[in-house]
């Protein structure tokens, strides 16, 4: 008998976190270490989940350029 692996449940931002961001990718699309983790601060989001949602935006942004 196997027994079953949860993972956790994906957290997505919310509304005036998005806000926030998109703020901060229009000024800059590339932040460095220091702005993630402030933003970090700002929003309780850890700083990598900050830098992969930047990295993902990116990649948004090119794919519907092409």
Do not use: A
């Not at 976190?17 to 460095?32: A, G, V, W």
């Not at 309780?44 to 090119?62: C, D, V, Y």
């Amino acid at each position: 008998m196997q027994t079953k692996i949860y993972y956790p449940r994906r957290k997505r931002v919310n509304t005036m976190q998005l806000k926030i961001l998109n703020d901060q990718f229009s000024k800059n699309p590339f932040p460095s270490i220091e702005q993630r983790s402030k933003l970090s601060g700002m929003l309780g989001i850890s700083p990598k989940s900050i830098q992969i949602w930047f990295q993902n935006k990116r990649q948004t942004l090119r794919n519907s350029g092409s």
